[in-house]
Structure formats: C-alpha cells, structure tokens
C-alpha cells in the first residue's frame, strides 16, 4: 500500500492509499486544503476543528447537490431513451405504411402499363 503526505492547514497528514492513487490523494488533499484556506480566510482563526467541520460540510453540501443533479439527469436521460424507443416505433409503423402504399402504387402503375400495351396494340 502507497502512502502520501497531505498539507490542509499548515498540517501534513500522512495518509494510505492504493498503489497508483497516489495523486489522486494528493489532489483530493490541494482540494480539501484550497477550502480549508477559503474559510479560514473569510472566517480568520475560529479553531482548525471548527473550520475543519465547516470544510467538510461544505463539501459535503456540495457533493449532495452533485448527486441530486446527478440523479435528475439521469432521470431525464431515461424519459429521453423512452422518447426515442417511442419516436422509433412511430418510424417503424410509418415506414411500414408508406412501403404498402408505394407497393399498391406500383401495382397500378403496372396494370395502367399493361391496359395502355394492350390498347395500343389493339390500334
């Protein structure tokens, strides 16, 4: 197992990790320390556990919203998936009738030939 060393608020935090994840770690942890630094900015020096737990509900809130987005898409992309298995079917039974319809044309089209051959050999 790989192990990584994460600065979030002036502290390095020695943390494991899968072999290859290593930068992903670490940009998880620029991650997580870029907000840490937001809040403490904003909020100057109310305690590294206080801003530490505001840090993570931030995120957290952050990561709800990613996933209810999420999910509303993925909604959306099954009612569009039904959509298009119905614009489908519509294609289908229209493509069936139009064929019909060129086949009985061509029919006419056909008897009209022949009655016009017999009626010019007649003359």
Known sequence: MAQVTVQIGGRDYKMACGEGEE???????????????????????VG????????AIMMADELSEAKRRHEALETEIASLRLAGDDVAKQFDARHADVAEQLAAAA??????ANELGEGARRD
């Not at 930068?23 to 020096?45: I, K, N």
């Open 107 to 112: 029919e006419r089209l056909e008897r009209l």
């Open 23 to 45: 930068e992903h770690l670490l940009s998880l942890g620029r991650m997580v320390d870029e907000r840490f630094g937001q809040l403490r900015g904003q909020f100057g020096e």
């Open 48 to 55: 590294d556990i206080r801003l530490s737990v505001m840090t």
